[in-house]
């Protein structure tokens, strides 16, 4: 099974939970392809956590085509990447899920990997965008004819490789990114919106790209749906290391994280029910405040 990843120095602690997890709920062979511009052996080592069933590839990316743009907030120039993965991997290389390192695999989704396209260049989820009546702006559906769609989540994304670089030129991926850098809010995934809007297979978002922050916004999202996903996804700026992230998916993450570091686990816990006691305590007299 190919697998697609970048991470920077910052991001090497979650990539190996993802990694740790990944192996935990598959059994097939795992070839890795890790997409970076720093990275050192030492990195690679640390990653490395089964040398007989996972094979590393490292993947050191030019950057500079993306010279000239700026990403704000928590997404990072990394992101744009997957853009380059069709035209970087080796030509014999046919497909790859690119999956995200702040999320964990539950299940064995190997059966997913060898999901039929049906003649579609990727198969992806829909965003939580969808539900809040967002996604692409309305200037870029008319400058590149984007018709009615589901706005998908790059987070998870099974590629058809083979598919995209007999379609898409790697120049037009990039005069996009550069051309509409001021109106691509969330930046590859705006791009992956426009290119393939009309040729992408949409599955379940509550199967393989289960976003946690959909929580606040779906109603049919309970435990049950949590622990029926196969891939649990910590998108959004707070991470479940963080002692102030909601409850809803912390311990999942940390049934796998704590295997590496209990004392970690120990302290964030601890910080987490003290911060969400004192959060419960404020939401009452705000509460109460409005009835009286």
Same mark, same amino acid.
């Given at each position: 099974?190919?697998?697609?990843?970048?991470?920077?120095?910052?991001?090497?602690?979650?990539?190996?939970?993802?990694?740790?997890?990944?192996?935990?709920?598959?059994?097939?062979?795992?070839?890795?392809?890790?997409?970076?511009?720093?990275?050192?052996?030492?990195?690679?080592?640390?990653?490395?956590?089964?040398?007989?069933?996972?094979?590393?590839?490292?993947?050191?990316?030019?950057?500079?085509?993306?010279?000239?743009?700026?990403?704000?907030?928590?997404?990072?120039?990394?992101?744009?990447?997957?853009?380059?993965?069709?035209?970087?991997?080796?030509?014999?290389?046919?497909?790859?899920?690119?999956?995200?390192?702040?999320?964990?695999?539950?299940?064995?989704?190997?059966?997913?990997?060898?999901?039929? /396209? =049906?003649?579609?260049?990727? $198969? #992806?989820?829909?965003?939580?965008?969808?539900?809040?009546? +967002?996604?692409?702006? @309305?200037? !870029?559906?008319?400058?590149?004819?984007?018709?009615?769609?589901?706005?998908?989540?790059?987070?998870?994304?099974?590629?058809?490789?083979?598919?995209?670089?007999?379609?898409?030129?790697?120049?037009?991926?990039?005069?996009?990114?550069?051309?509409?850098?001021?109106?691509?809010?969330?930046?590859?995934?705006?791009?992956?919106?426009?290119?393939?809007?009309?040729?992408?297979?949409?599955?379940?978002?509550?199967?393989?790209?289960?976003?946690?922050?959909?929580?606040?916004?779906?109603?049919?999202?309970?435990?049950?749906?949590?622990?029926?996903?196969?891939?649990?996804?910590?998108?959004?700026?707070?991470?479940?290391?963080?002692?102030?992230?909601?409850?809803?998916? /912390? =311990?999942?993450?940390?049934? $796998? #994280?704590?295997?590496?570091?209990?004392?970690?686990?120990? +302290?964030?816990?601890? @910080?987490? !029910?003290?911060?969400?006691?004192?959060?419960?305590?404020?939401?009452?007299?705000?509460?109460?405040?409005?009835?009286?």
């Amino acid at each position: 099974m190919n697998i697609g990843i970048v991470s920077s120095h910052g991001y090497l602690p979650m990539a190996r939970i993802m990694i740790k997890s990944l192996l935990l709920a598959t059994s097939c062979n795992i070839e890795l392809f890790l997409f970076h511009i720093d990275l050192q052996e030492k990195d690679f080592d640390y990653l490395h956590l089964d040398k007989n069933r996972m094979k590393i590839h490292p993947i050191l990316v030019d950057s500079s085509c993306f010279d000239g743009i700026e990403v704000k907030g928590h997404y990072g120039l990394f992101s744009y990447f997957r853009l380059l993965a069709p035209y970087i991997l080796p030509k014999e290389i046919k497909r790859i899920m690119w999956l995200d390192t702040d999320l964990i695999i539950q299940k064995d989704i190997e059966c997913y990997y060898n999901s039929d /396209f =049906e003649g579609n260049a990727l $198969i #992806a989820s829909p965003s939580v965008m969808n539900l809040l009546g +967002k996604g692409l702006p @309305l200037e !870029l559906k008319k400058k590149y004819n984007v018709g009615e769609s589901i706005y998908f989540n790059a987070g998870v994304l099974l590629l058809d490789l083979e598919y995209i670089r007999k379609n898409i030129s790697l120049d037009f991926i990039l005069t996009i990114a550069h051309e509409d850098k001021e109106l691509l809010k969330y930046i590859d995934q705006d791009v992956l919106n426009i290119l393939f809007w009309d040729k992408v297979k949409i599955t379940s978002q509550y199967l393989y790209n289960f976003s946690l922050k959909d929580a606040f916004y779906d109603s049919k999202i309970n435990s049950k749906t949590i622990k029926d996903a196969y891939i649990l996804h910590y998108c959004g700026e707070k991470k479940p290391t963080d002692f102030t992230y909601p409850d809803i998916g /912390f =311990e999942e993450y940390w049934n $796998i #994280a704590k295997t590496y570091n209990k004392t970690s686990y120990y +302290k964030t816990k601890s @910080l987490h !029910l003290v911060y969400d006691f004192f959060r419960k305590i404020k939401h009452f007299f705000i509460k109460r405040k409005v009835y009286e």
